[in-house]
């Protein structure tokens, strides 16, 4: 079984950047798709990025193309989250969730997710 564990969250003013970490542990996330979720206070949990299990395919909701960019390094066992361009709209609490299958924007999908790191971008 897989641990994930984000990193890098912080406060940060609008326009500006912010790049999260999420390393797996007690097992290699090489055959698991990808993905960031977030949720804003008193809203529902929902996708924002996700990367299939070789990188060749990326996923972005609406809200964040053209801003967000997700990679994975297999070889470090992590992905990452470069966040530029940063809104208050931005602000929630991001999870990292690790699937086998399914729909890419379900978060039902993944089986392991990270504890989350909270990102607050002030204007």
């Known amino acids: 079984q897989v641990q994930l564990v984000e990193s890098g969250g912080g406060s940060v003013q609008a326009g500006g950047s912010l790049s999260l970490s999420c390393v797996g542990s007690g097992g290699t996330i090489r055959a698991y798709g990808m993905g960031w979720f977030r949720q804003a206070p008193g809203k529902e949990r929902v996708f924002v990025a996700g990367i299939s299990w070789s990188g060749g395919s990326l996923w972005y909701a609406d809200s964040v193309k053209g801003r967000f960019t997700m990679s994975r390094d297999n070889a470090k066992n992590t992905v990452v989250l470069q966040m530029n361009s940063l809104r208050s709209d931005d602000t929630a609490v991001y999870y990292c969730?690790?699937?086998?299958?399914?729909?890419?924007?379900?978060?039902?999908?993944?089986?392991?997710w990270g504890q989350g790191t909270q990102v607050t971008v002030s204007s």
């Open positions: 969730a690790a699937r086998h299958s399914g729909v890419y924007s379900d978060y039902q999908s993944y089986e392991y």
